[in-house]
């Protein structure tokens, strides 16, 4: 088995590239997956695991879009986490925690107030519970947490959250169980392509390594594949977001519910563990904590929950999402070149989207449909955004 040409050689071992492998080793292909480093350790790893949904109404056509990928994959994410659990023993810790997400005072204009209301009709219109409070009864909700000036709440009953590297370990070792190869510590440097179709890739020692198939699920780093940027300008467009986390180590969580204000956020864990996140800056691939970032989380989860003033967290660390602008993610085959797909450019939403990524891609490679039809997202030439 592990001397056979594999059906898909997937390069990246984030969650992404483990949940295409998952999929793909359910429908009982072949496959090898192929990582740099070690698997489910960076952008994989560093997330703090939200799996949540926020649509606006549809807009001009009923084609999918962006929410319908996202409204897919939540549900995958607690049907996988239970047989996870089943086949290795590791739980990945979904829970419908619910969540709360705050309006500042500068939200209290027309145009934030039309904002608040276009995500409510979104919500409606694709059955996403959504519930306006007031301040007083979002304290009522969470009453460690302080909501003094905002203006208006809402309460999302169903938004999730995941232990993003528990899911990490579970896939590996499941992936492994059911006969995929894992090779961790080999970094891709190439797509292997003669006459118009894959052959598998080239690694950094030059070794070819042959497949049927092969996806790049390579994350912040994949514009550094030439023959993929090459054949799908879109993936050169990816680049590294970097997000800082602060985490700290309560005896017991003092509230249950994700607690999100703008693009900030507070992930409580069951067992004590508080994330608090998350920056967005465009620094290369420096992937280090910096004073100033730590110190605005810290002053960020000090506003929101007095009883954390002066604690001094755990730990803080930084990674680098696959940073897309416009229409993202990058999710499907390569138009022109047979057995090459992409599954890449998930920006801020990749762990939510992994599972629904991975079921795409494995259904393409089996010649069977996409969970949703994703001719939005296919790696085609660059589109104007
Ligand atoms: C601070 C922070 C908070 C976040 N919070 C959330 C959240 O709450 N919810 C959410 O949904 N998303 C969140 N994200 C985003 C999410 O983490 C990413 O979108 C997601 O992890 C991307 O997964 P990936 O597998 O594509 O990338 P990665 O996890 O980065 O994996 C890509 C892998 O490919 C490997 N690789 C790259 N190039 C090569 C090569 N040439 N050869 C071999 N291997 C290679 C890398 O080593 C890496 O392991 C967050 C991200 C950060 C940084």
Redesign the pocket.
């Known amino acids: 088995m592990n001397d056979a040409v594999p059906d898909l050689l997937i390069?990246?071992?984030?969650?992404?590239?483990?949940?295409a492998g998952y999929a793909a080793l359910r429908r009982g292909l072949r496959v090898e997956i192929?990582?740099?480093?070690?698997?489910?350790?960076?952008?994989?790893?560093?997330?703090?695991?939200?799996?949540?949904c926020r649509p606006w109404p549809r807009e001009g056509s009923a084609a999918p879009d962006y929410h319908d990928l996202t409204l897919a994959s939540i549900p995958l994410h607690e049907k996988w986490a239970a047989e996870l659990l089943e086949e290795t023993g590791i739980d990945a810790g979904f829970m419908r925690c619910g969540a709360l997400e705050l309006y500042p005072p500068e939200d209290d204009t027309p145009s934030g107030r039309n904002n608040i209301e276009r995500v409510m009709e979104g919500c409606h219109a694709r059955n996403v519970r959504a519930e306006r409070v007031s301040p007083q009864e979002a304290k009522a909700l969470e009453p460690s947490v302080n909501f003094d000036g905002a203006f208006t709440a809402v309460h999302f009953p169903d938004d999730a959250?995941v232990r993003?590297p528990r899911l990490?370990k579970a896939l590996a070792l499941a992936c492994r169980q059911r006969g995929g190869v894992l090779r961790e510590g080999?970094?891709?440097?190439d797509v292997w392509i003669e006459n118009g179709r894959v052959r598998g890739v080239l690694?950094?020692q030059g070794t070819r390594r042959p497949a049927r198939n092969v996806l790049a699920?390579?994350?912040?780093?994949?514009a550094?594949?030439p023959a993929l940027t090459r054949l799908a300008p879109r993936t050169a467009k990816i680049e590294p977001?970097?997000?800082?986390?602060v985490c700290y180590r309560l005896p017991k969580p003092l509230f249950r519910r994700l607690i999100t204000v703008d693009a900030r956020?507070l992930?409580p864990r069951p067992d004590g563990v508080l994330l608090a996140?998350?920056?967005m800056e465009h620094v290369g691939f420096e992937s280090v904590t910096t004073a100033e970032g730590q110190a605005e989380l810290r002053a960020f989860t000090e506003r929101l929950v007095p009883a954390l003033v002066g604690v001094e967290p755990e730990q803080g660390?930084?990674?680098?999402?696959?940073g897309l602008k416009g229409n993202h993610?990058i999710l499907g085959m390569v138009s022109g070149v047979e057995g090459l797909f992409v599954?890449?450019?998930?920006?801020?939403?990749?762990?939510?989207?992994?599972p629904v990524?991975g079921e795409s891609i494995a259904a393409l490679v089996c010649g069977e449909e996409p969970p949703v039809p994703l001719a939005t997202w296919l790696p085609r030439a660059a589109q104007p955004i």
Do not use: K
């Not at 080999?186 to 440097?189: C, K, Q, S, T």
């Open positions: 390069v990246g071992g984030g969650l992404v590239g483990l949940s192929l990582e740099r480093e070690r698997a489910g350790s960076r952008a994989s790893w560093a997330g703090a695991g939200m799996l949540n959250q993003n990490g080999i970094a891709v440097a690694d950094e699920a390579t994350g912040a780093w994949s550094q594949l977001w970097r997000g800082q986390m956020y992930v996140g998350s920056t660390w930084a990674d680098l999402r696959p993610p599954a890449a450019g998930h920006a801020r939403n990749g762990i939510c989207l992994a990524s």
